[in-house]
């Protein structure tokens, strides 16, 4: 495992980490959740503002037929989300947008539920591709029952028990998310229109109420149809309910949407830097509380990974994690008793740990702590989450210069021009939707030779555009003049023009064979949605549990205030 340099400065004081080591994939990779993932700081809002989420409507019968109402009120908005359930199908039914039947179907839509909107999205829905979606629709969505966790847990409660808890944790949720489509897909509302302002204004906001309202949806359903099942029917244990997620699965398509959201995936960055940073420079010493509570949160990710039930692959399994996490918490453990980092004082202890470690541990491991780390700094890392922001436009600036072009091409994008795009594998791979599965795929160029490369080449797009640049007899003419001559270059001019940010862009050729796709999936899924227990599938897509050990919406209104990740395997 080869160390790389962790926070450090000239004067050692903790700083955001260089681009040239963060933005390199299986860095990326390696990012966990934390508070700043937009799952977790949405629940944290949720909670401080005590967001009242109650079922309006649920009628469904013995067969899974039936419509289903929440609402969901916030201190300043109303919404609602209405849900259809349907019969599971074991033949029609799929994980994959090319389905054709789904367990449930459902809208998250602005204002209450009147019975026009009801029945408008009846009718629309089930059409998918073909459907509207109302005017105050921000989310379409669907999920799939995990058909013997669903069926056993059904089971347990209608003879009056409690499902096994090593049963459950062997997937840790009922149902499974399988399609969150917003931001003018289908005709829902764009994301850009609702502004700062609304409640859901924020980056994927909407996207991820509406998987919290598919938790508990999967929750209501199983206990409702216990009850109509059975008069000896109970419902599920409370410790039970906290401790269920949604589960998740994500695929190929991430990659392009970190392609072309690079303001956000930057801003999200540098957001999750910065408060990792103010931690890491907390004045902490022997006996300090703060170093308790650290330790009492790498403890609980320790139990977590110990717990952990899943089988990883390609991915590092959670006992091994767990067993360099306990050499964090060993660490810890001397700082509080001694004010010592490995026998030395330190100025800024919480990040001489890191840099001790760095080198032995693995980088999820790492990542964990860095993660823990930002919950010191709750607040800071609350309003750091809260102004991540990306808008996707990208700007030409015409009276900039060839030459200051240039200048910056150099500098900023000298590992783009570093790597070999003239040998055999540099174009090994294309990337390319799939006719019949309506899905991105990566495969060998020359098994799809016709196929539009959908791909952003970015490394042998920033070579060409720096050669074109350099062969300009005039390296004081505009921007403006070289793209009236050059006009193929202009996206990626005005991409280099606005992106003056130090994260935006994954350090990787993307059609390479040695490019691993899932690496810049985890990122998104484990790091910015904050998803736990993501596995690799085939190498192509991930799946994991949104909502783990999330509050349930009786402790939201109670406004019940406390660390709800790395949830423990519940004792009933």
């Given at each position: 495992?080869?160390?790389?340099?962790?926070?450090?400065?000239?004067?050692?004081?903790?700083?955001?980490?260089?681009?040239?080591?963060?933005?390199?994939?299986?860095?990326?990779?390696?990012?966990?959740?934390?508070?700043?993932?937009?799952?977790?700081?949405?629940?944290?809002?949720?909670?401080?503002?005590?967001?009242?989420?109650?079922?309006?409507?649920?009628?469904?019968?013995?067969?899974?037929?039936?419509?289903?109402?929440?609402?969901?009120?916030?201190?300043?908005?109303?919404?609602?989300?209405?849900?259809?359930?349907?019969?599971?199908?074991?033949?029609?039914?799929?994980?994959?947008?090319?389905?054709?039947?789904?367990?449930?179907?459902?809208?998250?839509?602005?204002?209450?539920?009147?019975?026009?909107?009801?029945?408008?999205?009846?009718?629309?829905?089930?059409?998918?591709?073909?459907?509207?979606?109302?005017?105050?629709?921000?989310?379409?969505?669907?999920?799939?029952?995990?058909?013997?966790?669903?069926?056993?847990?059904?089971?347990?409660?209608?003879?009056?028990?409690?499902?096994?808890?090593?049963?459950?944790?062997?997937?840790?949720?009922?149902?499974?998310?399988?399609?969150?489509?917003?931001?003018?897909?289908?005709?829902?509302?764009?994301?850009?229109?609702?502004?700062?302002?609304?409640?859901?204004?924020?980056?994927?906001?909407?996207?991820?109420?509406?998987?919290?309202?598919?938790?508990?949806?999967?929750?209501?359903?199983?206990?409702?149809?216990?009850?109509?099942?059975?008069?000896?029917?109970?419902?599920?244990?409370?410790?039970?309910?906290?401790?269920?997620?949604?589960?998740?699965?994500?695929?190929?398509?991430?990659?392009?949407?970190?392609?072309?959201?690079?303001?956000?995936?930057?801003?999200?960055?540098?957001?999750?830097?910065?408060?990792?940073?103010?931690?890491?420079?907390?004045?902490?010493?022997?006996?300090?509380?703060?170093?308790?509570?650290?330790?009492?949160?790498?403890?609980?990710?320790?139990?977590?990974?110990?717990?952990?039930?899943?089988?990883?692959?390609?991915?590092?399994?959670?006992?091994?994690?767990?067993?360099?996490?306990?050499?964090?918490?060993?660490?810890?453990?001397?700082?509080?008793?001694?004010?010592?980092?490995?026998?030395?004082?330190?100025?800024?202890?919480?990040?001489?740990?890191?840099?001790?470690?760095?080198?032995?541990?693995?980088?999820?491991?790492?990542?964990?702590?860095?993660?823990?780390?930002?919950?010191?700094?709750?607040?800071?890392?609350?309003?750091?989450?809260?102004?991540?922001?990306?808008?996707?436009?990208?700007?030409?600036?015409?009276?900039?210069?060839?030459?200051?072009?240039?200048?910056?091409?150099?500098?900023?994008?000298?590992?783009?021009?570093?790597?070999?795009?003239?040998?055999?594998?540099?174009?090994?791979?294309?990337?390319?939707?799939?006719?019949?599965?309506?899905?991105?795929?990566?495969?060998?160029?020359?098994?799809?030779?016709?196929a539009l490369d959908l791909g952003f080449d970015i490394c042998g797009g920033v070579q060409a555009l720096l050669a074109d640049l350099k062969a300009e007899p005039d390296s004081g003419v505009s921007v403006a003049r070289f793209l009236m001559r050059r006009p193929a270059h202009r996206y990626l001019v005005a991409r280099i023009q606005t992106l003056r940010m130090p994260y935006h862009t994954p350090i990787a050729n993307i059609n390479a064979e040695?490019?691993?796709?899932?690496?810049?999936?985890?990122?998104?899924?484990?790091?910015?949605?904050?998803?736990?227990?993501?596995?690799?599938?085939?190498?192509?897509?991930?799946?994991?549990?949104?909502?783990?050990?999330?509050?349930?919406?009786?402790?939201?209104?109670?406004?019940?205030?406390?660390?709800?990740?790395?949830?423990?395997?519940?004792?009933?």
């Amino acid at each position: 495992m080869t160390p790389t340099p962790h926070l450090k400065a000239l004067d050692d004081t903790p700083r955001s980490r260089p681009a040239s080591e963060l933005m390199r994939p299986e860095r990326l990779a390696a990012i966990q959740p934390s508070r700043v993932s937009v799952t977790r700081a949405l629940m944290n809002r949720m909670v401080r503002e005590r967001w009242d989420i109650r079922k309006e409507r649920f009628d469904v019968d013995a067969n899974s037929n039936g419509t289903v109402i929440y609402s969901i009120k916030t201190p300043g908005q109303e919404f609602s989300f209405i849900a259809f359930s349907f019969p599971p199908s074991r033949t029609a039914r799929t994980g994959r947008i090319i389905g054709r039947a789904w367990d449930m179907m459902g809208t998250l839509n602005e204002g209450p539920a009147t019975e026009a909107d009801v029945e408008l999205a009846r009718r629309e829905l089930p059409k998918l591709y073909r459907g509207r979606a109302t005017p105050k629709a921000l989310v379409w969505a669907r999920a799939n029952r995990s058909m013997r966790i669903f069926d056993q847990t059904l089971d347990a409660l209608a003879a009056g028990q409690q499902p096994s808890v090593e049963m459950l944790a062997q997937v840790c949720y009922l149902m499974r998310n399988t399609g969150l489509d917003g931001n003018g897909t289908f005709g829902t509302r764009s994301f850009p229109s609702l502004g700062a302002q609304h409640a859901l204004g924020g980056v994927l906001q909407a996207q991820m109420v509406a998987a919290y309202l598919m938790r508990e949806y999967s929750c209501d359903l199983v206990e409702h149809l216990a009850k109509l099942k059975s008069d000896k029917a109970v419902p599920l244990d409370p410790a039970l309910r906290r401790f269920l997620g949604v589960g998740n699965g994500s695929a190929l398509g991430l990659i392009f949407f970190i392609h072309r959201h690079p303001r956000l995936i930057g801003s999200w960055l540098a957001a999750r830097e910065e408060a990792i940073a103010k931690a890491a420079a907390l004045p902490v010493g022997r006996g300090d509380a703060r170093v308790d509570t650290l330790l009492d949160l790498v403890c609980r990710a320790i139990g977590f990974r110990r717990e952990d039930r899943v089988v990883y692959e390609a991915i590092a399994n959670s006992a091994d994690i767990a067993d360099d996490l306990e050499k964090v918490a060993d660490a810890l453990t001397e700082l509080r008793d001694t004010g010592l980092i490995a026998g030395r004082a330190e100025t800024y202890p919480l990040n001489a740990i890191a840099r001790q470690l760095e080198p032995s541990i693995r980088p999820e491991a790492l990542e964990t702590y860095n993660s823990l780390l930002i919950e010191l700094v709750p607040e800071t890392a609350d309003a750091l989450a809260a102004a991540v922001s990306g808008a996707d436009e990208m700007n030409v600036v015409p009276s900039q210069s060839v030459s200051a072009l240039i200048d910056i091409v150099e500098t900023q994008y000298k590992w783009a021009l570093d790597i070999d795009m003239s040998g055999p594998d540099a174009y090994k791979y294309i990337w390319y939707k799939s006719e019949t599965a309506e899905e991105p795929r990566r495969g060998a160029r020359v098994e799809a030779p016709e196929a539009l490369d959908l791909g952003f080449d970015i490394c042998g797009g920033v070579q060409a555009l720096l050669a074109d640049l350099k062969a300009e007899p005039d390296s004081g003419v505009s921007v403006a003049r070289f793209l009236m001559r050059r006009p193929a270059h202009r996206y990626l001019v005005a991409r280099i023009q606005t992106l003056r940010m130090p994260y935006h862009t994954p350090i990787a050729n993307i059609n390479a064979e040695d490019f691993t796709p899932i690496d810049l999936v985890r990122l998104m899924n484990a790091g910015l949605h904050g998803i736990d227990k993501t596995r690799d599938f085939l190498r192509r897509n991930l799946r994991g549990v949104l909502y783990h050990g999330a509050p349930t919406p009786d402790e939201i209104r109670a406004g019940k205030e406390d660390v709800w990740a790395y949830p423990p395997e519940p004792r009933l």
